[in-house]
């Protein structure tokens, strides 16, 4: 009894963690659906719409959020070890996009910022898409990660800005595009000027702002640089014994088998 | 017969692809210079001109487009693999080059902006001024591209942006060299803020303008760098010992096993 | 007698600069603490606030800089050469940091900004970090290096901003936090707009502030990433025929010679 | 007779281009504190000042040219290739700073802007000053080089952009420190906006300025990084035969004498 517990808790853990069934590949796509959609929904509610419109978005996003929670306590029953479960990044990430909803209950205005946390879950997609596509080469992998995740900071960045500027600057920051387009102007340094956070908060989230793009976007270009060298300082000898591919320039012998190159 | 016609076919890839005969040189120099003549007309059309110089340059126009699409369809027949071919980024390139011309019978105004990747097929050039000038060192080649590609970049999105704010923004963008200022000015993370886009649609292609400059630039230069401090660095004594191939220029011993080199 | 008094001078220079004992460990706090309490008190000032609280505030900032003074004669007397002592950079911000005081006593407005210089200070705060938190990772003391200075620099430059504009510019630089903002949108090359310096002296700091922050910014997150990319690559084998250290962590062979590593 | 004016010439070219004997020292600082002396005098005629100083000026501007002029006659006589010296980068900055004064008999007003690449010849300064200072360090000269020649660049565009847009916007453009503070503002990308070029010339100047920016200045950063990186990662092994002090990190013999380390 114990063991057919533990088995299926394993089989379960494996549909949500790994990539290699039909099963858990549409397990994961309905998961990264649920958060465009959940993401997708905040947006829209930043335009102008009909009452009835806002209150069913409002609806499925509940919706979503409790499969998120349910998730989320699958995923901790699964876990072999709970403690390392609950401390481990994507945990933290995961507890941030559920909370609104609990703390929500009491005052939903103002927490509703952690909401935009939700999008970094899309980082799990890396992991299900290097699987899907079979890709190989670590280059694509980096520049991937790169672009997902300067797609997740705008996006949260935009969605904390429209929060906390929308209110007292609702001329300048009508909308959410009007904040994604703010968010890219600063955090890659151009600075027009022409949309400008009055109050006090919007300064400092918009000091954060260009900090995480200062120090994000040339560490990540810089990496991906040394990267893209590194591979053109190799060169394509095989090795015809190990058959090898990938020897450095001054390589006389292959470091695998010891083969004469 | 077959025979004849398959040389027929390969002389004249032969002219187009290789720059080693007169005839081939000739006829990619006036492929060039019909690229700068027709990007010339456009930026020439920004500007108030008399209605009789406009139609006059718009036949012009429409004359260089039919070259292209029969240089197009030349380039079709002499390609060995057509597939290959088709999927190929200058075949991409040559279709949004003459594309205009078929979709522009139906509605010219909206996809003239496709006209602007025109510019990109001066990439090609870099070929031809290889074996022109028989430039050997590596370092000026990169040098060349980079400053080529640049080139297309600031002037495909100036001439977009152009197209874009031109109608609703006449008076900050009131001709191409104001839409390539603000390009320069947008790309390079300047950003004065004294030529801001005001359409939805001017934004948008202001926020992709923005990647573009930030990563291409830095990466572009940091290739660069990294390029010319290798070549300066590099050395090709040989141990005979242990058969190391990287040494200092001031070695006189191999710093690994004390060999004279 | 000598003697006895040499041995109190080292017991004295050992409880100052080096961090492993109790006693050390809360002197070294206690100063860090008077430092932080220090710029505090610089920040509030700017801030609307009563008479009778700023004087309370500079009768506590001038015991602190009465504390530092005598630090600093204790720091003379432990020294063993007392010529290497005053010439050390330590040694010149301390200077710098007490300087105020005492040509405070002829005009103390104009110099003020040298106060701020006291920050320079928690720098001498990673070596006591490192004791505490025992980390051996060569990485993380950069990371929290660049993190330190980037802030003095910014603390430091935000301060000496304010004192230069706020009096003809009060409008703009309204207090502390103003300053922090434009000097964090100057230093990244951001460039806003909305906050300008509008005296002559206020734009000679800008061009240094913007020369600081051009320079200082890419610099840092450029050893950054080669640090942590050399940590990624290295390995400790070393080859038993030729000597070669530097073998990729995948290899069984040297590259060199072919010798099982 | 001819011997005799040969072993002249060969002193005289001594005296101008070796830094080993105090006459040239001398000859040297002369000439470069005459180039001082005539930027000096162009940024102090863009302030407000009495006719009467200007005519003083505008006469030791005439007796400094003359003095450069007699100098590249002397520079042109010493050459041992006449050709190679008019085709070298000196002599072609040399031309640049003396032509005003002969093209300046035509028309002075417009081809003034020549005047400014007379701070190039600054250049110089370097190859005197490591002789005089005894600088081995490669890193020491590296970084004067970059500060010299950025502080040229920014002179220059500096002069050229005020005698641009003064005529036609004096109220933003009001005297030398405008366009200076300008010029930093736009090269470093800061770009806030207040002094903004209104002439199409001085946009052109400005795009010009831009790429001069965002091209040398990261290029630099990353050039100096790169050596200070490499010489980090020499040790400080010491060669107990030859004294060579810098040693790659995995050697394991002397480079130059084959000693064990």
């Known amino acids: 009894m114990v063991e057919e517990s533990e088995s299926i808790r394993q089989k379960v853990a494996h549909y949500l963690d790994d990539f290699d069934s ?17 993401s997708a929904i ?3 509610e930043t335009y102008p719409i009909t009452t009835s419109f806002v209150s069913q978005l409002q609806t499925i996003d509940k919706v979503i959020i409790w499969i ?5 306590l699958i995923r901790f029953w699964c876990a072999d070890s709970k403690l390392k479960f609950i401390f481990s990044s994507y945990s933290f990430i995961d ?12 005052d939903i205005r103002y927490i509703r910022i952690l909401r935009w946390f939700r ?32 797609f997740c900071l ?9 929060q906390i500027e929308h209110k007292t600057n609702p001329q300048v920051f009508k909308d959410f595009f009007d904040a994604l387009y703010f968010s890219v102007v600063t955090m890659t340094t151009v600075g027009f000027g022409d949309i400008i956070p009055l109050s006090k908060e919007g300064k400092i989230l918009t000091v954060i702002m260009i900090f995480s793009g200062v120090i994000f976007i040339p560490w990540q270009i810089s990496i991906l640089t040394q990267k893209i060298f590194q591979i053109t300082q190799q060169n394509d000898k095989v090795c015809s014994y190990c058959g090898l591919k990938s020897h450095d320039r ?4 292959c470091k695998i088998c010891s083969t004469k190159l």
Chains 1, 2, 3, 4 share one sequence.
């Open 22 to 38: 039909s099963i858990s590949i549409i397990i994961n796509l309905i998961l990264v659906g649920l958060i465009f959609l959940s």
């Open 42 to 44: 905040f947006v829209i």
């Open 68 to 72: 998120f929670t349910i998730e989320y």
């Open 95 to 106: 507890i941030l996009a559920i909370l609104p909803l609990f703390i929500g209950l009491i």
């Open 119 to 150: 999008v970094l879950r899309l980082i799990r997609l890396i992991k299900l898409q290097t699987s899907l596509l079979k890709i190989q080469s670590e280059d694509t992998i980096i520049l991937v990660r790169i672009f997902l995740l300067l």
């Open 154 to 162: 705008i996006f949260i960045y935009a969605g904390a800005i429209y």
């Open 250 to 253: 001054d390589a006389n012998f």
